[in-house]
């Protein structure tokens, strides 16, 4: 870890002001070029409406802000040589954020069309917000950036995932008053309770209050100051302010302030790295809170109307060019206030002392590997999979926890990857719940507030971050992974819907990432979703949902990949998979109760890797055409089917039944829609062309046949699955509700094959009985029938009236 020397807060010299505010102007120029797509940027000739062609999705209200936070960052890593990247959390910042990756060079270096001189500006300028061209956010097109702001709020969970376990690097996060009312972002201040100055970065927040929303004002901005010094505060932070209109002023105040700031967290952090044995306790973490008008330096009055520092300076101040010439003479007189000539020489290209005032190589926060995170990822060392394997003699034979069988593989991963410390597991308040306690034997849950002695797994060394709130364990992943780390977060699965927008938002920027050459492979998302639909029947309808599936399935098919293992064995292969890959998102499902285990790890890493097979052991087709296929995709579906496999067998011996375990839902998909897809031959192989198959899902049926509608025997195929019916009751009612149960299985079996009309309806009506046994049953006794409990494969079934001669 680097020492960083100290250094005590100073007003600018003369040159610097001179110089920072250049940088700054040259920003705010370029800025306003991509804003308005300037055909003539550097005003060599009075403006015309030949020249500008503004955007509707072009923003100035909160550029000159940033660029105004980003030169003064220059300044001190330049003095300082911080590790240091720029989260940028304001939605519309794009045009800020590539003006000074721009200026930087970094751009130019990695789009070399976009050269540093005025034919490089223009083809920057034209391609902003403009087809085939930038989006108006920080995007994934933005060097430096690792936070898109597409949808607001995870900017400062994004920042403290980078932080975490980055001794050396600074995050500086900028957060818009916008953004600050959001859910998300008004958790995420709680993550400096998490962050251990010992051994982990920092983060200084840049609250930015420049007022207004699209058209209201925002609250932090409006409270009294004295009330949102209170709240900072309360949060844990020591907000040191900055305010004022006058530029000379303002970067006078916010030099001293951002040195103090930067003293302030090395001399914690020093203090921490010194004496590491001393007692923990939590530092207050600086923090500056920027008052600025909106659309500062911006037209004050356009028609009249108040502009600057108010919410009409939101998006394209000047709008309506081509009907009011004034309006243009307006915006000549803008970008000549800037005074260009003294920024850039007659070719374009930025002077010198605008240069001079960047960071060199690396410490360019637009050029910081940090914010590129696959230059940094290194694989993770995994454990042996038969180190971990359940000893399965025979299907059936056997009962484990999956997802505690998992939680001791992961344990390893954190004891192998101790020294390198680039791996993670976050959730809320979830670890032991999903039976994933084992991890605690390697390390414990991050926490710095005080610790009782009646605590446990509680430490400031700890590697498992919980906190109860899905968005701020997303974020802090999301950041964790895009720094170039590796992690998995464990969830309830009905809860996970919290993050969906999150989700959707980082499959976005996979997506993205995939057209950059520039942008290199991250660690996956990995989800574990345990305490599923079918093991919530304690707690009832509100945890009772499996749709997050749905929602992964919207998503490119380069991008996701879901997973339904079927026991233990199987979720250890999926996991050491899951961990090998990059730029994907895993969305594991599976149980946490005992259940019985189907297959040897030898056998459960070849069905894994095939991701979809034929269980030869429960079937009775003897490989050739069966009468009907009975299909299943998660771990009590694949219960159910082999209990309805077990009553068929036992009173239709002649009946040919073929058993397809599914384990990568993608591979249902046709090959042409997913790389994990089946082929159509090797589809109908498996489910055959014209017999009725019985298909047994976690989910909702319907996913199952958005995933075949094209298939030969797609109108063959009958699902059962979650169908929205839920309560308070046993774990094999929840089947019997929704129709997944074996008792409905065996009767849809005999629904569709009508050549066994005169053995089945004996059966069909005992299938009735049944049912109405097990209902009066769980009503008198508050458990399943002891038919039910005691169940195992291969025991005689007698459960159903004798077999018909």
């Known amino acids: ?194 962050l251990n100055p010992e051994r982990d970065g920092a983060v200084l927040p840049i609250l930015h209050l420049n007022g207004y929303k699209i058209a209201n004002p925002t609250i932090l901005a409006r409270i009294p100051e004295d009330e949102l010094r209170a709240l900072f505060i309360g949060y844990g932070h020591e907000p040191l302010f900055v305010e004022g209109h006058d530029p000379a002023l303002m970067h006078e105040r916010m030099a001293t302030v951002l040195d103090d700031a930067l003293d302030r967290i090395r001399a914690i952090q020093n203090a921490a790295r010194d004496s590491p044995a001393a007692p923990a306790e939590r530092p207050k973490w600086p923090m500056i809170v920027l008052r600025s008008p909106k659309g500062w330096t911006g037209p004050k009055e356009v028609d009249g109307l108040k502009t600057e520092g108010f919410w009409r300076a939101h998006q394209v101040p000047l709008s309506g060019l081509a009907k009011n010439p004034e309006h243009l003479k307006q915006l000549e007189a803008w970008l000549k206030s800037y005074r260009p000539e003294e920024l850039f020489d007659a070719d374009g290209t930025p002077v010198a002392s605008i240069r001079a005032t960047t960071p060199q190589a690396v410490r360019r926060m637009s050029a910081n590997p940090h914010a590129n995170g696959g230059m940094l990822r290194r694989s993770l060392d995994l454990p042996g999979l038969q180190d971990h394997a359940v000893a399965v003699e025979r299907p059936g034979a056997v009962k484990a926890e999956s997802t505690r069988v998992m939680g001791k593989f992961l344990r390893d991963v954190m004891k192998l990857n101790q020294a390198t410390k680039n791996f993670r597991i976050v959730g809320p308040d979830e670890t032991a719940s999903n039976r994933l306690q084992d991890v605690f034997e390697a390390t414990e849950r991050a926490w710095m507030e005080k610790i009782l002695p009646e605590d446990v797994h509680l430490g400031r060394e700890g590697r498992v971050l919980e906190i109860l709130s899905e968005h701020t364990c997303q974020g802090w992943l999301e950041g964790y992974l895009l720094t170039g780390r590796h992690g998995l977060f464990a969830c309830y699965e009905a809860f996970i819907h919290i993050v969906d927008s999150m989700f959707n938002q980082h499959a976005k920027w996979l997506d993205a990432c995939r057209e950059i050459r520039w942008r290199r492979e991250v660690a996956s998302l ?240 005992a299938m009735d009985g049944k049912l109405l046994e097990h209902q009066a049953y769980i009503r008198t006794h508050g458990q399943d029938m002891p038919e039910i409990l005691g169940w195992k494969w291969g025991q005689d079934v007698d459960a159903a009236p004798a077999r018909p001669d």
Not at 51 to 71: E, M, N
Not at 626 to 650: F, K, N, S, Y
Not at 699 to 720: K, Q, S
């Open 1 to 194: 870890m680097t020492e960083h020397k100290i250094i005590s807060g100073s007003r600018l010299s003369e040159d610097e002001l001179r110089d920072i505010d250049a940088y700054w102007r040259a920003a705010n120029y370029l800025t306003i070029g991509q804003i308005y797509l300037l055909d003539n940027p550097l005003l060599r000739e009075p403006l015309r409406l030949d020249h500008v062609k503004p955007r509707l999705l072009g923003h100035w209200g909160t550029s000159p802000g940033l660029s105004f936070i980003y030169a003064h960052l220059n300044r001190a890593i330049r003095l300082r040589d911080i590790d240091m990247i720029y989260v940028c959390g304001p939605g519309h910042g794009g045009p800020a954020m590539v003006a000074n990756a721009y200026l930087e060079g970094t751009y130019s270096e990695l789009n070399p069309d976009i050269s540093l001189d005025g034919q490089g500006m223009r083809k920057l300028f034209r391609q902003f917000s403009f087809p085939g061209g930038i989006p108006s956010h920080a995007a994934p097109d933005v060097p430096g950036s690792i936070n898109e702001g597409g949808e607001l709020g995870y900017a400062l969970s994004h920042a403290y995932g980078a932080a975490f376990d980055n001794p050396d690097l600074v995050v500086a996060c900028v957060v818009g008053d916008g953004e600050a009312e959001t859910g998300p972002l008004a958790t995420a201040w709680h993550s400096n309770k998490f």
């Open 526 to 765: 990995n989800y574990l979703l345990s305490s599923h639909v079918w093991h919530q029947e304690h707690n009832g309808f509100s945890h009772q949902d499996p749709g997050f599936i749905d929602v992964a399935l919207n998503k490119k098919a380069d991008i996701v990949r879901v997973y339904l293992p079927p026991d233990a064995n199987t979720l250890l292969c999926v996991t050491d998979h899951v961990l090998k890959t990059w730029n994907r998102i895993n969305v594991i499902v599976a149980g946490k109760p005992p259940s019985w285990q189907w297959l040897s790890m030898d056998k459960a890493i070849v069905h894994c890797k095939a991701g979809v097979g034929i269980w030869d052991w429960a079937s009775t087709d003897g490989g050739v055409e069966p009468d009907v296929v009975m299909a299943c995709a998660g771990d009590v579906p694949t219960l159910e089917t082999l209990a309805a496999v077990q009553i068929l067998r036992h009173h239709l011996p002649e009946l040919r039944i073929r058993v397809v375990n599914v384990v990568d839902l993608m591979t249902l998909q046709p090959k042409e829609h997913h790389p994990h897809g089946l082929s159509d031959r090797d589809f109908d192989a498996l489910f055959t062309t014209g017999k009725p198959v019985i298909f047994a899902y976690h989910g909702y049926p319907w996913t199952i046949h958005r995933l075949t509608y094209r298939r030969t025997n797609h109108d063959n195929i009958h699902v059962r699955g979650y169908n929205e019916e839920g309560t308070t009751t046993t774990p094999f009612d929840m089947t019997v509700l929704n129709g997944l149960d074996r008792f409905h299985l065996v009767q849809g079996v005999l629904d569709r094959i009508p050549e066994l009309r005169g053995a089945q309806v004996g059966l069909k009506q």
